[in-house]
């Protein structure tokens, strides 16, 4: 079906259903029934009092649209794109144009408030999920380095004071899939302890076939269980215990070479089929304090991970190159911070106020990789007729790092707020960095050294309060995104400076009609400088990237969110965003110049449409749900060698729900639209010179559930 034909039946289907954004997709209530609350600036406010760009999804909405994992819930953020592999390890968060490698992501994400330093324990199964925030625009005043893009909050379910509930889910549909989903909590003592369980379990045959072997290539499965006590023995005191871990076993890459993805998806030929595993184990430790005039909150995280990963390097039937890849790492974060309460702010005359917040976080992170490519005889030289394994990297990295923040807002007669706010961040890094061949074809390289990094960013933002619901807001921040070393690289790339960015935005947010409409409007301009980009090692294979600064670039568009209730039935949401993200002049990775070359992997718009309609059965419901998502088109690397254009897919939602039994059908890419969401240079064994994935085909099922 033509991409317009498919825009315009997708269009078509809004008039009459959609996904609901306003309200818990398991009422019928209205939508000021529930007071939606962010925490992008540390403290629980209202998103719409706050200058800053948000988009807050609420559990509720991520379980009605089938939604498990992070990446399929960035449709409903405007200019937030993912690049992600078939294995779950490798998910790169970009915002605005803004992102990096796992090791140093450039949007970093909190997971009940602990900073997750690695991408590679970002994407995980959704269960147990209270909401999802999506934090655009610099934030590193509040939360420091890596914060450059934004920040996202992943927040769970808080167990129950007051009594027991429980539900589950069995979701299965093509492609073999199944999953088993069980969440229970409730008091242990009324009012004052409480326990939570969730436990997922999922498992799909590959997309991909390998002709070689007529076997599935990029299947998945893994198991995810989370717990929790919630304490709390008095009414200014809580505690809150969450830990959580995950074991996934994925299969190999779907990668394949770009031209052959786009006549062929879905299909390889390797003579070596390999696999990723992936286990996470985090605990999350937060104490809190309501006094009459502060409010005190500790975070304790500690987050430990390791993978394992096998893959044919060289893509081919032919038995030329296979990667062994180990990696592991182990962070602790402690973070305290005080907190002026709203009934506590200073006066400051007759018609001013003072609030303030500040804090300071600690953390450590011990990172080792032991990765060896196994060549064949001939590849890494005609004149080298033996087999040759080559190590690259046997990495060691250690990091410890602090952070000293504070935010004081002014209030002037309840119309102004005037917010000023810094953060000093100290770090030192040290790497013991070794390659070699075996045997000794060629000497290796050492690297035994450490590096300080340190960085202030500041923040000013103004809001204006136009009328009640709604405010006009201006913010320029400074953020950054720490040096450090690579693991392996080319020659004199071991180690990469920090990356700096300001940000200047203004926008307008707005809310009437009883909280039945409501929108918002930012237009931002951001200019970085010491780029930092992604580059694959030569020979290295997929995810084996290397970090280099190569100049500076600049990040211009406008973003648009609105929801609305006309009618109590129905339900509408629209995300719109742009971005004009280039290199500037002068800017010349690997001796290429890209003066005014697009930044790769940043669509230049994203939209996402979307609305439900609901009918009232009895004490029930029953309903139907579109949301058509299109992104824009982009390039795969910095010289625009090879692009993807833009695409839409279409996910399709109905069924009954009642307050204990849920019966639903689905589709996603109802469309079956044909895209490669991530490419990347590979010259070598690729003809097209890129090596490529193929985004997910359609995919359907049924989920059946029931709850007490």
Known sequence: MPHSARVALGAAMLAIAAPVFAQAPTQTVPATSTTVLVTAQKEPADPSTLPVSVTAIPGDLLKAAGVTFISDAASLSPNTHFTEFSARKLSNARIRGIGASPANPGVTTYVDGVPQLNANTTSFDLIGVEQVEFVRGPQSALFGRNALGGVINIASTRPSLSKWNGQVAVPFGSDSQLDVRASVNG???????????????????????????????????????????????????????????????????????????????FQVMRDFEGHTDRDIFSTAIVASHKGSRVTFTSTTGIVKWKTFDETD?????????????????????????????????????????????????????????????????????????????????????????????????????????????????????????????????????????????????????????????????????????????????????????????????????????????????????????????????????PGQFYIDNIGSATSRGVEFEATARPWEWLDVFAAVGTSHARFDSGTSPGGVDVSGNKIPNTPSFTTSFGGQYTYAMGPGHAFVRVNVATTGAFEYDEANTERQAAYTLTDIRGGIRTPHIVVEAWVRNAFDTRYVPLAFPYPGFTASGFLGEPGRPRTWGVNLGFGF
């Open 313 to 541: 390097l060289d893509y081919t039937p032919l038995a030329l190159a296979i990667r062994e890849n180990t990696e592991q790492a182990t962070q602790v974060t402690e973070e305290v911070r005080f907190a002026s309460t709203p009934a506590a702010s200073m006066k400051l005359g007759d018609h001013a106020t003072f609030r303030w917040q500040a804090g300071a976080l600690v953390f450590t992170q011990g990172y080792d990789q032991m990765a060896v490519n196994h060549l064949a005889a001939g590849v890494l030289s005609p004149f080298l007729p033996f087999p040759i394994d080559q190590t690259s990297p046997q990495a060691a990295l250690d990091d410890v790092g602090v952070g000293v923040y504070g935010q004081g807002t002014f209030g002037f007669s309840d119309r102004v707020d005037v917010s000023l706010g810094a953060r000093y961040d100290h770090e030192r890094r040290k790497a013991n960095l070794v390659t070699s061949f075996a045997p000794p074809v060629a000497p290796g390289t050492l690297v035994d050294e450490s590096r300080n990094y340190d960085d202030v960013s500041p923040q000013v933002a103004v809001a204006w309060k136009v009328r009640s619901g709604s405010i006009l807001y201006g913010t320029v921040a400074r953020a950054f995104k720490t040096g450090g070393f690579n693991p392996v690289a080319i020659p004199g790339s071991e180690v990469y400076d920090e990356e700096h960015a300001w940000n200047v935005e203004g926008g307008f947010k707005t809310s009437t009609a009883n909280g039945r409409v409501s929108a918002s409007a930012a237009v931002f301009s951001i200019d970085w400088s010491d780029l930092q980009l992604n580059f694959p090692i030569p020979g290295g294979g």
């Open 187 to 265: 008091p242990i003592k009324e009012n004052r302890l409480a326990l939570g369980a969730d436990i997922a379990y999922g498992r799909r045959d590959g997309f991909t076939t390998n002709q070689v072997t007529d076997e599935d290539l990029d299947y998945r499965s893994g198991l995810f269980g989370k717990g929790q006590l919630l304490w709390t023995p008095n009414d200014a005191w809580e505690a809150r215990v969450i830990v959580s871990g995950e074991r996934a076993r994925d299969g190999d890459y779907a990668l394949n070479d770009l031209a052959a993805v786009r006549a062929m998806p």
